[in-house]
């Protein structure tokens, strides 16, 4: 089966920068578009960004301009750099991704356990 493992959360100062990843194992045929969720105390759950196989990314207007989503094929790894943190980024972060484990087959989505962001002072 397919397995997604999130790292790198932990506790920041305002202004401070983090870096999350996202390793896909398992029985892997392809990866495909890959994203970072969020969900605050409260809250839903709420899209971060995403990255297509391609390269092409997309990010909330929240964290545009501050947070870079990146990925290896190579090792089927993403990441989420982000700089300029703010107390309203707190948040438990999701990896998700589609994943394909057969020749031809269109992919299933598969979540992450999560980690936890918490920017504070």
């Known amino acids: 089966q397919v397995q997604l493992v999130e790292s790198g959360g932990g506790l920041v100062q305002p202004g401070g920068s983090l870096r999350l990843s996202c390793a896909a194992s398992g029985s892997i045929f392809r990866v495909y578009t890959m994203g970072w969720y969020r969900q605050a105390p409260g809250k839903q759950r709420e899209l971060v960004a995403t990255?297509?196989?391609?390269?092409?990314?997309n990010y909330a207007d929240s964290v545009n301009g501050r947070f870079t989503i990146s990925r290896d094929n190579t090792k089927n790894t993403m990441y989420l750099q982000m700089n300029s943190l703010k107390p309203e980024d707190t948040a438990v972060y999701y990896c998700k991704a589609r994943v394909s484990t057969v020749v031809g087959g269109r992919g299933y989505e598969y979540w992450g356990q999560g980690t936890q962001v918490t920017v504070s002072s």
């Open positions: 990255i297509t196989s391609g390269g092409n990314t």
